[in-house]
């Protein structure tokens, strides 16, 4: 089984930066799509950023411009750095990883455990 370890949440105040890291914990085989989601109080889990392993990236309209996702493929690790943070980034950020554990196996996803991001206003 697949574990990810993420680290680098926090509290913070708005227009601070923070960087997530997650990493997977034993050997894979290989890791296609990398992602960061949060999820806010009352609201469902929504998609923050992606990165493919040909390091195309994808983002949310409302973290443009503010974060960045990059990834190590020797560490098998994915960062997320958000610059200017509001407080509307408050959410707890989950990684993501869709990754085959064996050249025969098929490719699953794999969720972190979640950290906390606290924006003060």
């Known amino acids: 089984q697949v574990q990810l370890v993420e680290s680098g949440g926090g509290l913070v105040q708005a227009g601070g930066s923070l960087r997530l890291s997650c990493a997977a914990s034993r050997s894979i085989f290989s890791v296609n799509v990398m992602g960061w989601y949060r999820q806010a109080p009352g609201k469902q889990r929504e998609l923050v950023a992606t990165i493919t392993s040909s390091m195309n990236t994808n983002y949310a309209d409302s973290v443009k411009g503010r974060f960045t996702i990059s990834r190590d493929n020797a560490k098998k690790t994915v960062y997320l750095q958000m610059n200017s943070l509001k407080p509307e980034d408050t959410a707890v950020y989950y990684c993501?990883?869709?990754?085959?554990?064996?050249?025969?196996?098929?490719?699953?996803?794999?969720w972190g455990q979640g950290t906390q991001v606290t924006v003060s206003s």
């Open positions: 993501k990883i869709a990754a085959r554990l064996g050249w025969d196996k098929p490719s699953l996803d794999y």
